[in-house]
């Protein structure tokens, strides 16, 4: 049975749309503009800005009385309500799981919010485990933590795939435990990061799609720097993989 590893935040879920919708609500509840929710997501970046530091840019833009620790409170909890699970997100894992695939979940992040996360939406029902950085006390990119996640599951990390949105957490990451990989461009260009993908997909689903037929695809998208890319929008909805080298820059 193939080890499945998948990322979490804007991999199974929209988190950048849960966060959009939150600073949208928290600006209105201090009557504050459109344009600062905006800027409340970009000051955030996903996730990656110390929540302590975006507490304090918050108080500072708005002068706000309540305590960094209740901002950053906010900050990790407030969304979790606006997160969704896609129907098709819950098709692919659960196609994969009856074709003998093994998902498991490798976040980053603090154990609290992701098992949140993983529980308010399901997706607990839907994978086969999960590891967090928190927890296990390694992050991606490191390569023990898809290690911790293969020996959970009890399966070796050959002949796995790795899931996942971020260049260098989850492709490089992924690449160098061993893993192949697939990357969720969500509309973004590659980076030029070192190594590429596997494969790169436009979707989850699309992804998982791409994961299934990877006995073919894999010798294909490795060949001669390309990058394969599968498609599923044929006419007759047959999977298509088409193969062409990834741009640089
Ligand atoms: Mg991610």
């Known amino acids: 049975m193939p080890l499945l590893l998948i990322d979490l935040d804007n991999t199974l879920i929209d988190r950048?749309?849960?966060?959009?919708?939150?600073?949208?609500?928290y600006v209105d509840d201090i009557e504050a503009s459109e344009a600062d929710a905006d800027w409340l997501s970009s000051?955030?970046?996903?996730?990656?800005?110390?929540?302590?530091?975006?507490?304090?840019?918050?108080r500072t833009r708005w002068g706000i009385e309540a305590s960094i620790e209740e901002i950053v409170e906010d900050l990790l909890l407030g969304h979790l309500v606006d997160i969704e699970l896609d129907k098709e997100v819950v098709a692919a894992l659960d196609r994969a799981t009856r074709l003998g695939w093994h998902p498991v979940?490798?976040?980053n992040g603090t154990t609290r919010q992701q098992e949140l996360k993983l529980g308010r939406t399901g997706l607990d029902q839907h994978v086969r485990g999960w590891v967090i950085?928190?927890?296990?006390?390694?992050?991606?990119?490191?390569?023990?933590?898809?290690?911790?996640?293969?020996e959970l599951a009890g399966l070796p990390l050959q002949g796995g795939w790795m899931i996942g949105d971020h260049p260098l957490a989850d492709v490089g990451g992924g690449h160098a435990a061993g893993l192949s990989t697939v990357w969720l461009r969500r509309g973004r260009t590659w980076p030029s990061a070192s190594p590429q993908p596997t494969c790169i997909a436009d979707s989850f689903p699309q992804a998982i799609d791409l994961v299934l037929t990877g006995g073919e695809a894999l010798?294909?998208?490795?060949?001669?720097?390309?990058?394969?890319?599968?498609?599923?929008?044929?006419?007759?909805?047959?999977?298509?993989?088409?193969?062409?080298?990834?741009?640089?820059?």
């Open 16 to 25: 950048t749309e849960a966060f959009r919708r939150w600073a949208q609500r």
């Open 43 to 58: 000051v955030e970046r996903d996730g990656y800005t110390p929540r302590i530091e975006v507490a304090e840019a918050m």
């Open 105 to 107: 979940v490798v976040t």
């Open 133 to 150: 950085s928190e927890a296990v006390g390694v992050s991606k990119p490191h390569q023990r933590i898809f290690a911790l996640a293969g």
């Open 219 to 249: 010798e294909t998208c490795e060949s001669d720097g390309t990058t394969g890319e599968v498609r599923t929008d044929t006419a007759d909805g047959a999977l298509e993989v088409a193969f062409s080298a990834i741009p640089e820059g």
